[in-house]
């Protein structure tokens, strides 16, 4: 089936610092991603929908500056946490939608997530 | 709060069958979904079904969705150990997914 990989799967960063994960399609083409965040015990929240070649759409709520996301090429995805601090720290998975119409056309597929702590 | 709802527990002796029920909003979702989590991963996408459909059979997972009362459940059978995780039941709404909190399926011996 389709694979989304998401890189790095864990990282430590001090506060203050940014950090960038990556989300990619491997074997299909995502015009469309989306950035979620988790936390302990808790479902998904939207954050952003990612945009091949256009800016992203920020859910109510979610820091654009602080989030930021590059949607550069259609298997390609970044998420820059700019100037993290502790209460950042969470899980952040991301998904794509694949591009083909038909049966999957409407098939979203998730990356393993980054865990992401700020010291 | 959520807008699509779950139960959050449900424990089953392995060898039974697990049902976990979702209810749903959109009534135009086009795609109901059931994902599976384990600790620390991400999603995997267990299934999926089409809202013009009432119920999708994938070797041990069947799907029932009843759309006049948007319901939604998955059927395990034959539960096996490696079946505890958490489970979530999405919806698309507008271009983009919805989940429900998640049900912590617990497998016991």
């Known amino acids: 089936g389709a694979v989304v990989s998401q890189h790095p799967s864990w990282v430590i960063c001090k506060s203050g610092t940014s950090v960038k994960i990556e989300c990619r399609s491997l074997?299909?083409?995502?015009?469309?991603m989306f950035w979620y965040r988790q936390f302990p015990k808790q479902s998904l929240m939207l954050m952003a929908t990612s945009n091949e070649g256009s800016k992203a759409t920020y859910e109510q709520g979610v820091e654009k500056d602080k989030f930021l996301i590059n949607h550069a090429s259609l298997t390609l995805s970044t998420l820059t946490v700019t100037s993290a601090h502790p209460e950042d720290s969470s899980f952040y998975i991301c998904?794509?939608?694949?591009?083909?119409?038909?049966?999957?056309?409407?098939?979203?597929?998730f990356g393993e997530g980054s865990w992401l702590t700020v010291v | 709060g959520e807008d699509v709802e779950q139960s959050l527990f449900l424990s089953v002796r392995e060898g039974d069958s697990s049902v976990i029920n979702c209810t749903y909003t959109?009534?135009?979702?086009?795609?109901l979904y059931w994902y599976k989590q384990e600790p620390g991963a991400g999603l995997q996408l267990l299934t999926y079904?089409?809202?013009?459909?009432d119920m999708k059979q994938d070797q041990r997972l069947t799907v029932l969705l009843n759309k006049k009362d948007k319901h939604l459940s998955l059927r395990i059978a034959d539960t096996q150990t490696g079946d505890s995780a958490i489970y979530f039941c999405?919806?698309?709404?507008?271009?983009?997914?919805?989940f429900g909190a998640g049900t912590t399926v617990t497998v016991r011996a």
């Open positions: 074997d299909f083409q995502a015009t469309t």
């Open positions: 959109d009534s135009s979702s086009t795609y």
């Open positions: 999405a919806e698309i709404r507008d271009y983009k997914l919805s």
């Open positions: 998904s794509a939608r694949d591009n083909k119409i038909g049966v999957s056309g409407n098939t979203i597929y």
């Open positions: 079904i089409f809202s013009n459909m």
